[in-house]
């Protein structure tokens, strides 16, 4: 299995700023992925991030939007960039298992901008 | 596009009744299945998975069977707990990574005593 710690577990926010989230983890993973949770609404992939190369992001997510950083195997954040109140959401890192068996999530960051 | 689609809550029951909750999907090619629960506080964990058509996954007393004839993977148990209430995912994953899931929208289940 796979502990992961994510900071901060929660943030009020103003608009037009931006916020950088971490995820740790207890071990050495290849894939992390950002997914998030809109208000009442299920879990959408952001994008994935591997070590050592650029993160891929899915349709309708955007780098200058969602910036990520991988800078080693235990690491990596997620930046919400020029927010405005839609980007209310939970955001949850995730990593595969060593045995890729199954992901692990993140106990998430619930962000509210105002 | 893949897609999941699962049925809507929040579902009450009381203790010892049984609970069923559909999930259907679409998918271009031959994904893994999953349950995920996420219990009030804490975060999202898998429940049980199915890799391949008529497979069962099975855990803590809950079932889900891989019908590819169907497109479903519907998650059943037969005695729930108050203790079961949470809220149920179903996901796919149709690449090679079991970390990239495709969501349904969450079911919303209440136990009551």
């Known amino acids: 299995s796979a502990v992961i710690s994510q900071k901060p577990s929660r943030d009020i926010c103003q608009r037009g700023t931006s916020l950088t989230i971490q995820c740790q983890v207890d071990s050495q993973v290849t894939m992390m992925f950002w997914y998030r949770q809109q208000p009442g609404q299920s879990l959408t992939l952001i994008a994935t991030?591997?070590?050592?190369?650029?993160?891929?992001?899915e349709s309708g997510f955007v780098i200058d939007k969602f910036p990520i950083s991988r800078p080693n195997l235990t690491f990596s954040t997620l930046t919400v960039s020029n927010m405005s109140p839609e980007d209310s959401s939970i955001y949850l890192c995730s990593v595969e298992g060593t045995t890729n068996t199954e992901a692990f999530f993140g106990q998430g960051t619930r962000l509210t901008v105002v | 596009g893949n897609s999941v689609t699962q049925m809507e809550g929040p579902v009450t029951l009381s203790e010892e009744a049984f609970l069923t909750i559909n999930c259907t999907y679409t998918?271009?090619?031959?994904?893994?299945l999953f349950w995920y629960v996420q219990y009030p506080g804490e975060g999202l964990q898998l429940l049980l998975k199915?890799?391949?058509?008529?497979d069962k996954g099975s855990n803590k007393g809950f079932e889900a069977t891989y019908r590819k004839e169907t497109t479903s993977f519907h998650l059943e148990k037969g005695s729930v707990q108050v203790s079961d209430s949470a809220v149920y995912f179903c996901?796919?994953?149709?690449?090679?990574?079991?970390?990239?899931?495709?969501f349904g929208a969450g079911t919303q289940v209440v136990v009551t005593p």
């Open positions: 996901a796919l994953s149709e690449s090679d990574s079991w970390g990239k899931l495709q």
């Open positions: 991030a591997n070590q050592g190369s650029e993160a891929t992001y």
């Open positions: 998918a271009t090619g031959y994904p893994s």
């Open positions: 199915a890799t391949k058509a008529d």
